[in-house]
């Protein structure tokens, strides 16, 4: 088999593999599939966001980043702040409740909103980093000559993903018409960024 597509099939089942367990990032592309608000542009960004931090990561960012670190000390804080916020403000959705999936309910929230909010969560979450730019960074030297095609199949692998995971949602709908079960969504959500943070801050990632 050519080296080539070993490498890209390597990077598609690793970065896969880091992804798929739920985190800060994907409850909140669910959360955005379920409401079909932004749908693509929220894949997109995520899918996007991987994919140049892979990038970052093969061609020599784990190296800048492992000589920083003030860097990764800043990432973390920053992160543990933010995924602190974010808890709380889901935790006080849950506790008010009133929200159900129905056709033309709701606010929607505005696209620069989500899109900034999706932002934080995904490059002031330090796991992103060292999933992507350290450990597939790290992974990646294991093919020399082939990082381009490592790199191209890690980032498949996230569109893959979050595309899925994205329009996926919304064969969820009926059961999300129900106002409990967004309650005890948001509930989750709030005890996973919670414990995203203690971790974080415990230096347990």
Known sequence: M????????????????????????????????????HVFAVALFCAGS????????????AVALAAAPGLGAALRWG???????????????AWR???????????????RGVLLTL?????LNPHVWLDTVVLLGAVS??????????????????????????????WLAPLFARPLTWRLLDAGIALLMASIAVRL?????
Do not use: C, H
């Open 2 to 37: 050519d080296t080539s597509l070993i490498a890209a099939l390597a990077g598609f089942k690793l970065g896969l593999g880091l992804i798929v367990a739920i985190g800060a990032q994907n409850a909140f592309v669910l959360r955005q599939g379920l409401r079909r608000e």
């Open 50 to 61: 991987d994919a140049a931090l892979i990038a970052l990561g093969v061609f020599g960012g």
């Open 79 to 93: 992160g543990v702040a933010f995924l602190s916020w974010y808890a709380l403000r889901a935790a006080r959705a």
């Open 97 to 111: 409740g009133g929200e159900a999936l129905a056709p033309g309910q709701g606010a929607v929230v505005p696209l």
């Open 119 to 123: 932002a934080a969560l995904t490059w």
């Open 141 to 170: 030297a294991q093919f020399p000559g082939a990082g381009p095609a490592f790199a191209a199949g890690a980032s498949m692998a996230s569109f893959f993903f979050f595309f899925s995971l994205a329009y996926g949602a919304r």
């Open 201 to 205: 801050a415990l230096g347990a990632l």
